[in-house]
């Protein structure tokens, strides 16, 4: 947008993309979720037992609770890429 072509600030904004993408899926999670819909990674689900039952539920145990906080770990590391 503002005319800057260097490969760094392209990487950066790569990461702060990601990063942004990641926290608005999160975000959006409960909106979706009394929606039926649920558009969170099934592998980091199923890695700590969650189910997309236990989302339109609204569970908030301790496991779903882990589910959020590691998607939202991904999001930290895309920010510290750019850090």
Do not use: W
């Not at 969650?50 to 569970?59: A, C, M, P, T």
């Amino acid at each position: 947008i503002l005319g800057v072509r260097d490969i760094h600030a392209d990487h950066a904004a790569s990461h702060i993309g990601k990063a942004q993408g990641i926290v608005t899926c999160l975000r959006a999670t409960p909106y979706h979720s009394t929606r039926q819909k649920v558009l969170l990674p099934m592998d980091i689900c199923m890695l700590h037992g969650v189910s997309q039952e236990d989302f339109i539920r609204g569970k908030q145990e301790k496991n779903v609770r882990d589910v959020i906080y590691d998607i939202a770990s991904q999001a930290h590391i895309h920010l510290e890429h750019v850090r």
